[in-house]
């Protein structure tokens, strides 16, 4: 039977990263993805997502041998402004990252380039495989390894990560429950071009039903160009994607509040589910969850990969600090101590900032500003915040 160090489940960003990030480290690394493999088809649907990277998920992609790949293709994000458009006229408060650091706050890219250039680093591996079509059935934990059971093979592994997204079948097979709470919200994604450049600034417009989220991308067709996630109540979301494109781009125009002037649409339109989910445990015996199938938020303040990647850090640290622990109870418990509390918090911290959106109460933009801080901000303004009640307890 094959014999590699690690079984990642899901070819995710997460997943893929993942694989980069240990195979670049020495380890032999198998992923499995029961997805077909990446097309070059322009007609074949593509993910409309873009990921804002913060600066220490830069760090792990660097690490990882992905961060050259991809440094071209980056629009910083060096100002994040959030206005309040429940209010007339509409108030606004800038986040300029210079004030923390001399860097960006972090850098936004296309889900689909991530994803292309994750596999061409994991290309050059010698140690990694990525296997599509196949997917993650069962393990059976035994003392110094796992037997991870593949749809075409059997694998002997010292640690089988789940990569495997929100209905993660490695956590299911683990025993592990779930924390769920439903928005009652869906999210439209879409790129737009616009007549006003943004300046690499990321802008949140606040009203009622969830924020108007528009992220800087690099231009399209010598346009400025941004994407955006338009977070709304369930229905009026669904309703949204039933317009045709003319009445879509109007209802966007008012929703924006005008500012980055017109607006076109420059992409399909994609709708998400809002939730926010935990995994009760975050390992099971030489079982390690991270990403989706740990935790999902709802998509506010770049907060969603970003906790992923530091799980991978995290992972990352320990077993490059004593290999011969790979997945062992050790590693694992101390991943679970490290990673827990902090997800925890982050995930009250962003369900408060929706729920303050949804409210769409006046004043709204002071206790984002606040809430913001709480997340991108030093860790004493952060703990502040977390004695007031906003970010956790
Ligand atoms: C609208 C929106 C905007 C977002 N914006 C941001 C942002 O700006 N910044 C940010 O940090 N995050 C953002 N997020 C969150 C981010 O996109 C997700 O955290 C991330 O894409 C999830 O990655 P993942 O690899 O965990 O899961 P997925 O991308 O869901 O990947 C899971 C993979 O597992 C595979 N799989 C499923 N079952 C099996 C099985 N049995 N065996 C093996 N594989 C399996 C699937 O095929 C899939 O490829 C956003 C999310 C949304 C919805």
Redesign the pocket.
Known sequence: MEQVDIVI???????LTAAAAFGTAGFSVLL????PAPTSNVNAPRDM??????QP?QALLDRAGVWPLIASDAAPLRVMRIVDAARTPSVSADFVSDEISDRPFGW?FP?TLLRDKLLARIAALPHVTVLFG????SHLAQDAQVQVTLSDRSVRARLLIG????????RQAAGIGLHRSSFAQK?V?FAVTHSIPHDNVSIEVHRSGGPFTL?PLPDLDGQPCSSV?WMDRGPQAEALMALDDAAFIAAAQDRSADVLGTLNLASRRQL?PIIAQRATALTADRVAL????AH??P?IG???????LADLAVLLDLAVAAPAGLGGARMLQTYARRRAPEVALRMAGVAALNHASIAGLHGIGALRAQGLRAIHGPRVIRHGLMRLGLGAR
């Open positions: 489940a899901g070819a995710g960003v997460a997943g499995a993805d029961p997805g997502r873009t990921t804002a990277f913060l998920a936004n889900n196949t997917s993650y059935r990569a495997d997204g929100r209905q993660s079948a490695v999210a994604v992220v996630v998400w991270m990403a989706e199938a999902v938020l998509p770049a907060q969603g990969l970003n906790m992923s």
